[in-house]
């Protein structure tokens, strides 16, 4: 028997990666924001206000559900979706904005921040804060939130202020150095929601914490459908919480391969794209060490992926340690292969995913065939594809 | 003796505190910036922070993230700011030389090569925003060997603990950032930071400077009064942004500001 995972150490290292890289300034709430999640964490009261929350708001569980026409059609392994599409607000982000609202308010903070990409994360933050009745900024980066309107209006309808974010190449990157800078001057009453497996300690180990019940219910689910685990998961990985979500609860099953999914965009050898993890090196940005899209002199390079949620030139820094040690294998997928792997589903069983996780459909489709039929594979579903209507549209030449 | 221990030693013995502009290299043109600082030397400065600039600072408010892109648009880099430290030196020995910037570039080049570079370029000391001395041990190892010193932030909700740990890890001085809030922002609470100041010697005896929401020879005159140093950045920086068709023009009026620090200063 090997010893079970248990990262990070207490100052949020996995290995060389992770960590507190953070002014001065931030340091004091995050040491508080740690000592509050680590109380709660395993306080009776508050996981059972957060199990009923995930029940009666999100509803959870989320079914595992069996893709039968399409796995026979690829001919190899059997195709279950953990459908997180199903969530309310259509992602898996929810799962986390609900844990970090709950930690917000025990804390007695009255003012909420999120930085988001896709405006995913924008939503499950703004519906939160509207529930709990908190104040709700979202910073987006202003090419974002052109391509992403629509969620720029729910985010508003949910009593949210969005602040674009002129700065660097306005996007995700971009929202998140300003969500910290707000964060530092409003430190006293303010809790950042961040939408990832990023940032400083303890953000990466405590998003993977509330994502987690990914991985328990499809490891659980699995068991009672099948009778057995699975043999591969798949997941997209942006910052990668959808994907350690459903990872973290199999480390320790080293007979369950794991698959992260980076967005190629262009191709990599083109370099547009943000493949972090296949293409990037290590380096520190956003409170952790992790692996970057960085040129020589450590300028953080630009990114390109159809898919909003994807376009983020870090990874979160469990990735980069389940990479380095080889428990976790990264690979990539283009926008053009999305794009076959969202209409394979669209089209075989009446899913549509979001192109974040319609690369993780993608390269399930090239993974499938290389497995037998006995053999199974999980792959997260982690939203659906209803934002991402006008982007696909526009990329198919279809006026709506 | 490292020079910033020795400049400071020199200022106290003759009752006068340090003041510390910070621009960032390479803005508005990389050419602008060495005889920047030997006018601001002329004009009385003691230290000079030279801003490494970062396609992501963090840390910074809206003037100074437009003076890392305007570098960064003339391909500025570490390399480059170190090349035209070495620049500098060639004609002022004696001026300490601080880098302030973020961690990554330092990542990219290695710690040990960065040492080795500083060194080269006779820098004094290190300042990285995103590097808390619980990260930062092996970095200020080797910085150290090269005679290098570490300096660390101090900020309004720092803790005693954290004192005494910039005290123990950190050398040639202590910025103290009066208040919780990027660069540029706001005014400075005198009375806060005098309380806090007195608060932050009763663990280190390393000399304290302070900035953000230096504006004026005003407000480098109260700080003067109750810290051992003055730094003064964005309100440099904003001559640059609101001269950016008239460098020569920028740079006289930043001389101008100086100067009167100075003589508010020591008046
Ligand atoms: C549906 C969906 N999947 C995946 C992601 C990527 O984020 P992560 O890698 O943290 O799961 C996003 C981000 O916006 C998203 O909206």
């Known amino acids: 028997m090997t010893d079970k995972y248990n990262m990070p150490d207490e100052r949020g290292h996995f290995g060389p990666y992770g960590g507190m890289f953070v002014a001065e300034t931030l340091m004091e709430p995050i040491r508080e924001l740690n000592e509050a999640y680590q109380r ?20 959870r569980p989320s079914p595992l559900y069996y893709a039968e026409r399409w796995s026979k059609a690829l001919g190899g392994a059997q195709i279950y979706l953990k459908r997180e599409d199903l969530n309310h607000t259509g992602a898996h982000k929810v799962n986390n904005t609900v844990g970090q609202a709950l930690l917000a308010k025990r804390m007695g903070k ?67 150095n300003e969500a910290l800078r707000d964060w530092v001057t409003n430190v006293d009453n303010t809790f950042y929601i961040i939408g990832t497996v990023a940032g400083p300690h303890p953000y990466p180990a405590m998003v993977r914490d509330f994502q987690a019940i990914i ?75 992790t692996y970057l899209m960085a040129d020589d002199d450590g300028e953080i390079i630009e990114t390109h992926s159809i898919s909003a949620g994807l376009d983020y030139p870090g990874v979160g820094p469990e990735h980069a340690w389940l990479k380095d040690t080889g428990r976790a294998e990264y690979v990539s997928i283009t926008d053009d292969e999305a794009l076959e792997g969202f209409h ?57 | 003796m490292s ?47 030279l801003g490494v600039p970062f396609s992501d600072p ?44 973020y961690l990554n570039p330092v990542e ?12 080269k370029a006779d820098i004094d000391g290190v300042l990285t925003v995103d590097l808390p001395p619980e990260e930062a041990a092996e970095c200020v190892e080797l910085l150290k060997e090269k005679g290098i010193d570490q300096i660390f932030l101090l900020a309004p909700n720092s803790t005693e603990g954290r004192v005494k740990k910039m005290d123990a890890v950190g050398s040639g001085y202590i910025y103290y950032v009066s208040l919780k809030g990027v660069t540029g922002a ?40 109750i810290a051992d140093g003055v730094v003064v950045g964005s309100a440099l920086i904003s001559k640059i942004e609101e001269n950016l068709a008239n460098p020569q023009k920028a740079k006289d009026e930043i001389v101008e500001l100086l100067t009167s620090m100075r003589l508010a200063m020591d008046s």
Request: proline residues 4%; aromatic residues 4%; charged residues 20%.
């Open chain 2, 186 to 225: 706001g005014h400075l609470n005198t009375a806060d930071v005098e309380a806090k100041l007195a608060e932050i010697r009763k663990n280190t005896s390393l000399p304290v400077g302070v900035g953000f929401g230096v504006k004026d020879a005003q407000t480098a005159k109260t700080v003067a009064a």
């Open chain 2, 108 to 119: 990219m080049l290695g710690y040990q090569a960065f040492a080795d570079a500083a060194h």
């Open chain 1, 40 to 59: 709660y964490i395993d306080d009776p009261d508050f996981i059972a206000e957060l199990d009923a929350d995930l029940q009666d708001y999100v509803g």
């Open chain 1, 215 to 289: 991985g328990r219910e499809a490891k659980q689910q699995c068991l009672a459908q099948v009778g057995r685990l699975p043999d591969a998961l798949v997941a997209c990985v942006g910052g990668g919480s959808n994907a350690i979500g459903l990872f973290y609860p199999f480390i320790d099953d080293t007979s369950v391969k794991m698959y992260g999914v980076e967005a190629a965009g262009d191709g990599i050898e083109t370099g547009r794209h943000s493949a972090a993890l296949c293409a990037g090196r290590p380096g520190v940005l956003h409170g952790n060490r």
């Open chain 1, 110 to 176: 009255t003012r909420i921040i999120a930085e988001t990409g896709a405006g995913q994360h924008g939503v499950a933050t703004a519906t939160v804060a509207a529930r709990l009745g908190l104040e709700c900024v979202v910073y987006m980066g202003a090419v974002d939130v052109q391509r992403q309107a629509l969620n720029v209006y729910r985010m508003k309808l949910l009593g949210a202020t969005v602040v674009p974010v002129e700065s660097g190449s306005k996007t995700l990157k971009d929202a998140l």
């Open chain 1, 344 to 400: 394979a589903l669209t089209s075989m069983e009446g899913i549509i995913p979001a192109l974040e996780s319609s690369h993780a459909m993608a390269y399930a489709m090239k993974l499938a065939p290389t497995m037998t039929k006995e053999q199974i594979i999980i792959v997260n579903l982690s939203g659906r594809g209803d934002k991402d209507m006008h982007t696909i549209a526009q990329r198919e030449g279809i006026k709506l």
């Open chain 2, 3 to 49: 020079r910033l221990a020795a400049k400071f030693a020199e200022l106290k013995q003759a009752n006068r505190k340090a003041l510390i502009p910070f621009i960032t290299v390479g803005d508005p043109n990389p050419e602008f910036t060495v005889p920047m600082l030997h006018a601001m030397v002329a004009a009385g400065a003691d230290i000079l922070e």
């Open chain 2, 58 to 101: 963090m840390a910074d408010g809206p003037v100074i993230q437009r003076a890392s892109e305007r570098a960064l648009a003339h391909k500025m880099s570490l390399r480059k700011v170190l090349a035209l430290a070495e620049e500098f030196r060639q004609t002022d020995k004696k001026t300490p030389l601080v880098l302030m910037g």
